[in-house]
Every structure is written in structure tokens, then in C-alpha cells.
Nanobody, 122 residues
């Protein structure tokens, strides 16, 4: 059974930075793409970023391009989301997810973490 556990969320002022982590259980982490998504109150879950199994290919939502960076450490079974220049509109619960290949479509992803809250104050 795959388990994904996010951490690193919190309260930060606009313009600040946070780094989210997603720790995965199991021995097959390096075989799967990882993705980050977010859901603000009253809104649908949306794609943020994704990374291929090797880390060589990355995808970003236009809203975070140039500010967020997705990465992974296969030796540590962990994916990361470095978030810089945060804005109040980045406030949401952030989730990581896993699937064989990267996708920007929320419904394509099968395993999800429980989420971590990110709040950006103005």
C-alpha cells in the first residue's frame, strides 16, 4: 500500500518562501512521476507541478511558473515543491500525488497524500 505524506506547510507573508515535502513509502518511488496540486476553499483541486520519474521532465501551471520549483530525491523517496514569491492567492491545501507518467489532469492521478495547509498573508 502506497502512502504519501506531505509536510512543510504553514503561514507565511506575501513574498516569502516555503518548501513542501512529500515522503513516499515503498520501494518503487523512483518508477513513478510525482505531482503537486492545490485546493482553495470553495474551488476545485488544480494542478500545480509535476515531475517525471527521473526528474528530467517537469511541468508547471502558468500561475506558478517562475516562482515554484518541483524536484525529487529518489534515494530519499521524497518529492519537493519549493515555493518562492508567494502570493495570497497561493493559499490552499497542497497535495502530492503519484502516477506512472506526468499529467496535468487531476483525475489521472491515483494515489494522494492527506494534504498540507499553506496560508499566505497579505
Amino acid at each position: 500500500q502506497v502512502q504519501l505524506v506531505e509536510s512543510g506547510g504553514g503561514l507565511v507573508q506575501a513574498g516569502g518562501s516555503l518548501r513542501l515535502s512529500c515522503a513516499a513509502s515503498g520501494r518503487t518511488f523512483s518508477s513513478y512521476a510525482m505531482g503537486w496540486f492545490r485546493q482553495a476553499p470553495g474551488k476545485e483541486r488544480e494542478f500545480v507541478a509535476a515531475i517525471s520519474w527521473s526528474g528530467g521532465i517537469t511541468y508547471y501551471a502558468d500561475s506558478v511558473k517562475g516562482r515554484f520549483t518541483i524536484s525529487r530525491d529518489n534515494a530519499k523517496n521524497t518529492a519537493y515543491l519549493q515555493m518562492n514569491s508567494l502570493k495570497p492567492e497561493d493559499t490552499a491545501v497542497y497535495y502530492c500525488a503519484r502516477r506512472p507518467r506526468p499529467s496535468t489532469v487531476v483525475g489521472d492521478w491515483d494515489y494522494w497524500g492527506q494534504g498540507t495547509q499553506v496560508t499566505v498573508s497579505s
